[in-house]
């Protein structure tokens, strides 16, 4: 849970443009302002299209924005779990975690040192020369989680990643991702379930025609959110 007003990332004016994005002149987001507190958990909802993952990976420093800035407190880390985690289809599963690791922030001896923990959780049985190409999409959801998760950052930014893989690989997962949030982390939190949102966030981010139409207490957005859909369908 949050912890007072103590704000571990300020986002100010921020926007985002894409050149072949048609509509409100390529601005996907523009005039965002949000802080995310210490040990809070704030959802992002908002219909397909929105902007929400763009926004994340502003927010991990993988992009820069158009406009505005993402402030966050001296030597604070954040990683980005998500299946397009920006692996490199043509070099072996052990490249890849030494690559992705370390734009995650771990040093190469941290890797090291965790490596065979990142392929125990991933429970993939491989050989260590296979390709990352070769992997199904299940096999590269379940690395990229064991990544992330091994990076144990300041801030986790999540993209839909609950419930990855399948079987008995589900259920260790979305255990996994669930004993984060309720770690003393700061999390930012993108899913389209709503009882997983009500769940587990302190607050909720409406974002609506690429502005935010509504940021606060999670019973109160998420009730102004379903309201708004049912009158679309209506």
């Known amino acids: 849970m949050a912890r007072g007003d103590q704000h571990i990332l300020t986002v100010t004016d921020l926007g985002i443009r894409y050149k072949d994005y048609t509509q409100r002149d390529g ?3 523009s005039n965002l ?3 995310l ?3 809070e958990t704030l959802g992002v ?15 991990a420093g993988i992009t820069l924005p158009d406009a505005g800035r993402v402030v966050r407190q001296p030597k ?6 998500t299946i397009n985690v920006g692996f490199m289809p043509d070099l072996p599963a052990r490249e890849n ?10 040093s190469h001896r941290e890797i090291t040192n965790r490596h065979d923990e990142i392929m125990a959780f991933a429970d993939l049985e491989i050989d260590p020369k296979q390709k990352l190409g070769t992997f199904s999409s299940g096999m590269r959801a379940r690395l990229a989680l064991a990544i992330a998760l091994a990076a144990a950052p300041e801030i986790i930014l999540i993209d839909e990643m ?6 008995e690989f589900r259920t260790k997962s979305s255990q996994a991702i669930h004993d984060v949030i309720k770690a003393d982390r700061s999390v930012v939190l993108v899913a389209h379930d ?11 981010m409406w974002i609506e025609e690429g502005t935010i139409r509504s940021i606060g207490e999670t019973e109160s957005v998420l009730e102004a959110y379903n309201t708004f859909l049912n009158n679309k369908l209506a």
């Open 27 to 29: 601005w996907v987001l």
């Open 33 to 35: 302002n949000f802080e």
């Open 37 to 39: 507190q210490h040990g």
């Open 45 to 59: 909802i908002g219909r397909n299209g929105a902007g929400k993952s763009s926004l994340l990976s502003v927010l």
């Open 76 to 81: 604070t880390r954040a990683s980005l779990l």
């Open 97 to 106: 975690i030494f690559v992705i690791g370390m734009l995650l922030g771990l």
């Open 162 to 167: 609950l419930g990855v893989g399948d079987g």
């Open 194 to 204: 709503l009882t997983t949102v009500q769940q587990l966030c302190d607050r909720v």
